[in-house]
């Protein structure tokens, strides 16, 4: 087996991936050259991807596991290393071109559009973790080991 070859195949995850790599692709040869993003932007994006993929798909999700550093190692890389790697890419705008036309009126429907405004500002995105963290610290949602 190849060692970028999933340990544990996710569909979710292949999916996920792929169809990101493939729109972002599909919206660069769509864009003019004089519109398309750098070559470190794309660099970036895609590097980014590939470094949460092997995170997640290949054997180092394995090992992970069944050794605490590489779990830690694991979670820096899925947590913060990789998607601010890609996002310094900037890639919405590209991938949202290379997505089908009826996708795309979905994605920029307006009351999609509405949500991902309010997404985005800053006071919502420094609460939104917080009700999770806080639900799972509770001690009525613990679980209890037997």
């Not at 309010?118 to 799972?136: D, F, G, H, N, Y």
């Given at each position: 087996?190849?060692?970028?070859?999933?340990?544990?195949?996710?569909?979710?995850?292949?999916?996920?991936?792929?169809?990101?790599?493939?729109?972002?692709?599909?919206?660069?040869?769509?864009?003019?050259?004089?519109?398309?993003?750098?070559?470190?932007?794309?660099i970036a994006f895609v590097s980014g991807?590939?470094?949460?993929?092997?995170?997640?798909?290949?054997?180092?999700?394995?090992?992970?596991?069944?050794?605490?550093?590489?779990?830690?190692?694991?979670?820096?890389?899925?947590?913060?290393?990789?998607?601010?790697?890609?996002?310094?890419?900037?890639?919405?705008?590209?991938?949202?071109?290379?997505?089908?036309?009826?996708?795309?009126?979905?994605?920029?429907?307006?009351?999609?559009?509405?949500c991902r405004r309010v997404r985005r500002?800053?006071?919502?995105?420094?609460?939104?973790?917080?009700?999770?963290?806080?639900?799972?610290?509770?001690?009525?949602?613990?679980?209890?080991?037997?």
């Amino acid at each position: 087996m190849p060692v970028w070859a999933p340990w544990d195949f996710s569909w979710l995850e292949y999916l996920a991936t792929t169809l990101a790599v493939f729109w972002f692709f599909r919206g660069l040869m769509q864009e003019p050259s004089e519109m398309r993003p750098s070559c470190w932007r794309q660099i970036a994006f895609v590097s980014g991807l590939l470094v949460i993929y092997a995170a997640l798909q290949t054997r180092f999700d394995y090992m992970a596991q069944h050794m605490f550093f590489l779990n830690r190692a694991q979670h820096v890389i899925m947590h913060h290393i990789g998607p601010s790697v890609a996002v310094l890419g900037w890639p919405g705008e590209t991938i949202k071109q290379g997505m089908p036309r009826r996708l795309r009126s979905i994605v920029e429907h307006r009351g999609v559009s509405c949500c991902r405004r309010v997404r985005r500002r800053a006071t919502s995105l420094c609460r939104t973790p917080r009700p999770a963290s806080e639900r799972w610290s509770a001690p009525r949602h613990r679980p209890v080991a037997n």
